[in-house]
């Protein structure tokens, strides 16, 4: 297919659901159109019984560089059309947050900006040695407009969110993992095949109990820890009169792996 065509693949290995960048020719840039892929994208994924985890890619050197600056510059005469370009972008990452699967993403190269955004919004982050971090608004003029400014502190914290939105530096993926901005490190060449098996681990639990803890985590931490444990407590309890239970009770007494259908 066309790059041009489709900036978006969207593949199925065994359980886990792939949502590719393929703009690898504008270092994967996120336009309105890319946004409205990986939307539907993930929507059929989500419609899928068999798929459990999702795993985001770009293709080419560099996993994405930020916004399509040529998008912005046209929209900038229209503030009404640039707000829904910055609403689009949020749409697609919130959707990310809240959908019931777990969304592992695979870096390498650049991931900079709206890039470092997307990022941001995965529940999981595997980075290839040679990747590098970055938020480069500040480096423009500009500012987060896909909610980095308000999910990276919440990740590695105030002041190593501050450095990076001043300064417009880049760390490398060591300085990334130390910070728990990502979950694991691994060889260039080995990024896919760690990441897919990453995805395909955590696609052998249970659907239900994956999305019952990452609406537990994602929700719980906006509010306050009185009312989250009052959530869990009820979200617990659903879970536990859930088929998979039943499954993975008979796996633990039978000493053998559970099968979650």
């Not at 809240?98 to 650049?110: D, E, F, M, R």
């Not at 681990?201 to 990452?214: E, P, T, V």
């Not at 407590?233 to 099968?259: S, Y």
Request: aromatic share 4%.
């Amino acid at each position: 297919m066309n790059d041009e065509v489709s900036p978006v693949l969207s593949s199925v290995d065994g359980n886990v659901g792939l949502i590719t960048l393929n703009r690898p020719h504008k270092f994967n840039c996120l336009s309105p159109q890319v946004f409205d892929e990986m939307q539907q994208a993930l929507r059929r994924h989500e419609a899928d019984a068999a798929v459990r985890c999702i795993l985001i890619e770009g293709v080419g050197d560099h996993f994405c560089t930020g916004a399509d600056l040529d998008a912005v510059q046209h929209r900038r005469s229209e503030p009404a059309v640039l707000r829904e370009y910055m609403r689009t972008g949020h749409r697609a990452m919130l959707a990310l947050e809240a959908s019931p699967l777990p969304v592992v993403v695979a870096v390498q190269g650049l991931c900079l900006a709206g890039g470092l955004e997307l990022m941001l919004s995965c529940d999981v982050a595997v980075a290839a040695g040679n990747a590098r971090f970055g938020d480069q608004h500040a480096q423009f003029g500009l500012v987060p407009g896909w909610g980095g400014s308000q999910r990276l502190p919440r990740i590695v914290g105030m002041r190593r969110a501050m450095h990076l939105f001043f300064t417009a530096q880049r760390i490398d993926a060591a300085t990334a993992l130390s910070w728990g901005l990502v979950n694991q490190v691994c060889e260039r060449d080995e990024l896919h095949a760690a990441a897919l098996a990453y995805a395909q681990g955590m696609a052998k639990r249970s659907r239900q109990g994956l999305a019952a803890m990452k609406r537990l985590a994602r929700e719980g931490a906006d509010i306050t820890l009185a009312k989250s444990l009052v959530m869990e407590e009820d979200i617990g309890l659903h879970a536990l009169l859930h088929p998979d239970v039943t499954e993975g009770l008979a796996a633990f007494q039978q000493r053998r792996e559970p099968d979650f259908k």
